[in-house]
């Protein structure tokens, strides 16, 4: 088979592909009886193709509705064929949503057939030198094969150059419309020389040549000695005008007047929630599994698998229960009692676990066993529900019994929910939301609605469903409780069944099982304490630095008028692109996915090194965001009930195990500018209190020395040196007291930047030095400490032969581009591979921290301490005054015990009336 050369330039012939899965079986159809195998067929051909060749320029060409000039030329032309069937015209709208989803150009042009769409495009990038991929059934398109231009059918994955056209056809490239046209094409209607066959035209062909040689000797036929060849100068003679139509008509038009050039038609990332939307709809289980979760099978299934794959798995709702009476609760008191487990939801007003209102209850004992129990829909002529106090007083006793099990989707909202009404959640031994992140943290959605799709089949009803979108969007109390008790009780049937697949999946591998068990779980619960503690804050200061930044805002926006010598919005991209690229000249560092010079932070960050505006454009951007996000927000923020602002820890995003957090985001104030310092001296301390801040000093490095067991980096850390410094010495040759503050400097960059997958080429951008130096720094560094180096190579070597990377607690990163063909994806997951075990276990040991520290204040009995934040490797308290001597040393015991490494774990403690102080 021809050798294709690397990234070529794919057009897809979509109309082609279209028709073929059409017919092809399985034909499959979705639970709703819509016909969805065309769809399947086309699509699953394009992620072939994509996974096989990553291509950077691609389009999926398809035809457009109407007439073309064939049709014109020739009125028979296609004429037999039947129109488009229904089931097939239902299928080709959500064909070119998913296409458009996968971030794939479309091309329909009125007028012409996709043939010449494609053959413009080929034609205009071969004269380019640009290698051209046409992926097709169609043997008219052989027509187009040149030194650059290659056919592929996907189907049979046959590959065909001007050598492998000869072979099929008996002709090349340059000879296959000749063909065509003698030997007429009975799909389109091409009518052809009458008894002129394939055996003939190609006898035609190979003797004489093309067919405007053979009409000048047609007297040379009869010698070819083919069957008929005698009679077949009168024929061709008689036929000569449907010859020169036909050559017409079978001719692929070149010279198509098309908007879109090579340039326009690069591959877009994917649409991620538009893709798990519609794999959804379609019932595409085993493609929405790997949106949501990373590939997890071959992309290739047969028709049976398929079919299985693809099957409804729809949740029975028949036997869902309304608890309206008091004798129907007590039978489900009843059954929750001994059940050896059952699943829990709460219904609220909001999703402001501070704000929200409860107003039902759901349960599931079994599969398709489930019940609502309202008890404040509120809306007109409502039925009559038990009350809010009578359900409570009766449900209390079973929610704080340890011993009855119970597992919940998100447990830390309904946790801090059910505080509020006095009631301490207890027995919660499962989560799925985070059983699912344990399982598979690359992931990024673990909601249940798409962990029902991924795991049941199952679409779940959504809120909007039942509540509507928007600024008319009810909530939960007004929903009528017909629609709201199917709902509510399908929230606890899906979990329930949640858990029941994916607990046997972390089983099978014990360290994911005690991960959760041991940290997820139960860190669940401390991060409900402390989002209900909350933090205070200093709202009058917050509103004086909201008027400062205001006032550098407004001169910022001067400064850049009066570099650009004109006035401009400075938040608009498309204006501030026409200032630094068309009026400025400046350099273009990086483009967006529609061609557009990018003004994004990075390239700033770039220009700045060179030029003034781009700085002023950075800063400006700094404080509006410091402005609006915190000066301006934060006092909005302050809980009217507690006077405190209780941000929303996310345990389910990231893939690292890190923490993020919400309302506010605590993970993105500054400490390295003064204006970020200023927002952070607003963390206040109640009266008779102090903040104190407890932090990991330079805990991935010590991680990186316990990983990489370098004997340097081992001896370091256990004499307590800098480690910068040390590094510096080893890198410069220099002793420890020579190192300046210069190579100290470069020395930091090394050792942060080197575990974080950092090439040369970054280095020298940070440093701002040449690249062949920045080399020669990381090459005396891996010298000096052959281990890291070591440990590096063989990450990246296990990371590529199991798809995964493990943290010190076996928490695992799973990398699934590390075998990717796009160069930067893969090397993105290299990076990803070195830096992910050690962000990871960081992650790891400050969630052990919180725990263990969590459970000290729990013995400490008083309200002396309470745990306010977590932020990145640092702890912030609330501690009275005159307990600082005693429990900070302790606090500080308790972090550097939470894991046993191999390096000392250091946690340095500050002491202040306000974060920044104690920061």
Request: charged share 25%; aromatic share 8%; no cysteine.
């Amino acid at each position: 088979m021809p050798q294709i050369p690397e990234n070529p330039f794919i057009l897809v012939d979509g109309s082609s592909y279209l028709y073929r899965a059409f017919y092809a079986p399985p034909h499959l159809t979705n639970s709703a009886g819509e016909p969805t195998g065309a769809v399947y067929g086309v699509v699953n051909m394009l992620r072939s193709l994509l996974n096989q060749f990553s291509p950077s320029h691609i389009a999926v060409v398809f035809d457009a509705k109407g007439k073309t000039f064939r049709d014109e030329m020739f009125a028979e032309y296609k004429a037999q064929r039947p129109s488009m069937p229904d089931d097939l015209r239902s299928q080709v709208e959500p064909l070119h949503d998913i296409i458009r989803a996968l971030g794939l150009p479309i091309i329909i042009h009125e007028g012409v057939e996709a043939d010449d769409v494609i053959g413009t495009l080929a034609r205009q990038a071969s004269a380019q030198g640009i290698n051209t991929l046409i992926s097709t059934g169609d043997k008219d398109m052989a027509q187009l094969v040149d030194e650059h231009v290659l056919l592929i059918n996907t189907m049979t994955n046959t590959v065909l150059d001007r050598d492998g056209v000869v072979e099929k056809f008996g002709v090349g490239p340059d000879l296959i419309i000749d063909y065509l046209a003698l030997m007429g094409d009975k799909v389109d209607n091409i009518p052809g020389v009458p008894g002129v066959g394939e055996k003939t035209a190609i006898a035609m062909l190979q003797g004489i040549g093309s067919m405007d040689e053979i009409y000048e000797r047609l007297d040379e036929l009869p010698a070819l000695g083919f069957r008929g060849s005698k009679s077949m100068p009168e024929k061709m003679r008689a036929n000569e005008a449907e010859a020169r139509m036909s050559y017409t008509l079978a001719t692929i038009k070149t010279d198509v007047e098309l908007a879109e050039r090579y340039e326009d038609l690069s591959a877009k990332p994917a649409d991620k929630d538009k893709l798990i939307e519609l794999y959804g709809k379609m019932e595409f289980k085993r493609w929405l599994a790997e949106v949501l979760d990373g590939p997890v099978v071959s992309n290739s299934a047969t028709p049976a698998e398929v079919e299985e794959l693809v099957a409804a798995a729809t949740l029975d709702s028949s036997k869902y229960e309304t608890i309206l009476t008091q004798a129907q609760l007590d039978t489900w008191l009843t059954k929750l009692q001994q059940a050896p487990l059952f699943a829990f939801d709460t219904e609220t007003t909001s999703v402001n676990y501070m704000l929200a209102e409860l107003v039902g209850f759901s349960f599931a004992v079994a599969p398709g066993d489930a019940a609502y129990l309202p008890v404040a829909h509120d809306y007109p002529d409502a039925p009559e529900q038990l009350t809010l106090d009578q359900v409570l007083s009766q449900l209390k006793p079973i929610l704080e019994d340890a011993s009855k099990a119970k597992v919940l989707q998100n447990l830390k909202y309904d946790a801090s929910v059910l505080a509020r009404y006095d009631v301490t959640l207890r027995g919660a031994d499962f989560d799925t939301m985070l059983e699912s992140y344990v399982f598979n943290s690359v992931s990024n959605r673990h909601d249940m609605d798409s962990l029902a799709l991924k795991y049941l089949g199952h679409k779940a009803i959504s809120f909007e469903d039942v509540a509507g979108k928007g600024a008319k969007q009810l909530t939960f109390n007004q929903v009528p409780l017909e629609t709201a008790a199917v709902y509510a009780a399908e929230d606890a049937d899906v979990t329930l069944q949640l858990h029941q697949t994916l607990w046997p999946k972390l089983e099978q591998q014990p360290s994911l099982a005690k991960l959760f068990h041991e940290v997820e779980l139960p860190l669940a619960n401390v991060l409900s304490t402390i989002e209900r503690t909350g933090v205070l804050i200093d709202s009058d200061l917050l509103n004086k630095q909201s008027h400062e930044l205001g006032e550098k805002i407004i001169a910022l926006e001067a400064k850049a008028h009066a570099i650009a010598e004109q006035q401009f919005n400075l938040g608009s991209p498309k204006q501030l692109q026409e200032i630094l690229f068309e009026k400025m000249k400046l350099p273009v560092v990086k483009k967006t996915p529609k061609g557009a010079p990018s003004t994004a932070e990075e390239v700033l960050q770039e220009l700045a090194y060179d030029y003034p505006l781009p700085a002023v454009i950075l800063e400006y951007r700094s404080l509006s965001k410091l402005k609006s996000t915190y000066a301006d927000k934060l006092p909005k923020m302050v809980n009217s009930a507690t006077g405190r602002v209780h941000t929303s820890y996310h345990q389910a995003i990231t893939a690292t195990g890190r923490l993020s957090s919400s309302d506010p985001n605590l993970q993105n104030i500054p400490i390295r500018n003064e204006e970020g310092r200023r927002i952070r001296e607003a963390f206040i301390a109640k009266p008779g209190f102090k903040v104190v801040a407890i932090d990991y000093s330079q805990i991935e490095l010590r991680i990186m020395a316990h990983l990489s067991q370098d004997a340097g980096l081992l001896t370091a850390f256990a004499d307590g040196k800098d480690i910068h410094k040390a590094t510096a010495a080893e890198v410069f040759s220099v002793s420890l007291d020579d190192v300046t503050t210069e190579q100290r400097r470069s020395a930091k960059a090394i050792n942060f930047g080197l575990i974080y997958g950092m090439s040369a080429f970054g280095l020298a951008k940070q440093l701002n030095i040449g690249r062949a130096e920045a080399q020669t720094y990381m090459d005396l560094y891996f010298e000096r400490y052959p281990g890291v180096l070591r440990y590096m190579e063989t990450t990246r070597a296990n990371a590529m032969e199991d798809g995964f990377v493990e943290t010190l607690l076996g928490r695992r990163l799973h990398l699934p581009d590390i075998k990717a063909r796009n160069a930067m994806r893969k090397k993105a997951a290299e990076r990803a591979a070195i830096n992910a075990p050690m962000q990871g276990t960081a992650a790891d040991i400050i969630k052990l921290a919180m725990i263990h520290v969590a459970d000290w204040i729990e013995q400490q009995s008083d309200n002396s301490i309470q745990m306010i934040m977590q932020v990145h490797d640092e702890l912030v308290f609330e501690i009275a005054e005159d307990k600082l001597e005693q429990y900070v040393p302790a606090l500080q015991q308790l972090m550097e015990q939470a894991m046993t490494l191999d390096v000392p774990l250091i946690a340095e403690a500050g002491i202040g009336n306000n974060w920044n102080q104690a920061h």
